[in-house]
Nanobody, 124 residues
């Protein structure tokens, strides 16, 4: 049973930084695609960043390029999202997702496993 547990969310002022963690368990994740999505109140869940566990190849939504960095620690089975220069529009619940396929990485339907989410609030 795959389990994803996010942590690291909180309240931060605009311009600040946070690092989100996603602890993955239940199987070996080599070959998996890991991703971060976010959902603001009243909006659809949107893609933020993804990483291929084996290769380390990453993709980002344009709005976070240059500010966010996704990475993984093989020894800890953990995926991170380092978020710098945060803006009020980054406020959302952030979700970790995982899947063994190589389907469309920015599509929520491509991911079979989801964490419970962690709240990020950026004040102006």
């Amino acid at each position: 049973q795959v389990q994803l547990v996010e942590s690291g969310g909180g309240l931060v002022q605009a311009g600040g930084s946070l690092r989100l963690s996603c602890a993955a368990s239940g199987r070996t994740f080599s070959g998996y695609t890991m991703a971060w999505f976010r959902q603001a109140p009243g909006k659809e869940r949107e893609f933020v960043a993804t990483i291929r566990w084996s290769s380390g190849i990453t993709y980002y939504v344009d709005s976070v390029k240059g500010r966010f960095t996704i990475s993984r620690d093989n020894a800890k089975n953990t995926v991170y999202l380092q978020m710098n220069t945060l803006k009020p529009e980054d406020t959302a619940v952030y979700y970790c997702a995982a899947d063994s396929s190589r389907a469309t990485y920015y599509d929520t339907t491509s991911y079979a496993y989801w964490g419970q989410g962690t709240q990020v609030t950026v004040s102006s």
